[in-house]
């Protein structure tokens, strides 16, 4: 466990041949995106995991419907990173997109609501 430069090697080893082998906008390029921008951010280093992050949400905006529970996490995310960059009216900005969708898509007593309630207080 923790051994994260090893973790980014297999991800981008897994990466690679789902760029050979699927079409550009799978979902599980997507996937593989945002497991990359996870290992860059508990790495502490947010500009990559916001770039991985980036490229995920490109996919998943491209294929999934707008209110799906991936756009969620991937605005979540993105919230995140830029709330550690110290860029807090892009953090608050993404945290909300996330909140809409999860407002929309859950009930109201859901424990990812207060996730998100907890994000954005933080901002």
Do not use: C, W
């Not at 994260?4 to 990466?15: G, I, R, V």
């Amino acid at each position: 466990m923790g051994d994260y430069s090893k973790a980014l090697e297999f991800y981008n080893k897994t990466l690679k041949i789902q760029e050979k082998t699927l079409p550009p906008n799978h979902s599980s390029l997507a996937t593989s995106y945002n497991n990359i921008g996870a290992v860059y951010y508990i790495m502490g280093d947010d500009s990559k995991a916001l770039e991985s992050y980036d490229k995920a949400l490109k996919i998943f905006e491209k294929t999934l419907p707008p209110n799906h529970p991936s756009l969620a996490t991937s605005y979540n995310n993105i919230g995140l990173a830029y709330d550690n960059m110290g860029d807090y009216s892009k953090a608050l900005e993404f945290q909300d997109k996330a909140l809409k969708i999860k407002e929309k898509t859950l009930p109201p007593n859901h424990p990812s609501l207060a996730t998100s309630y907890s994000n954005i207080g933080r901002v």
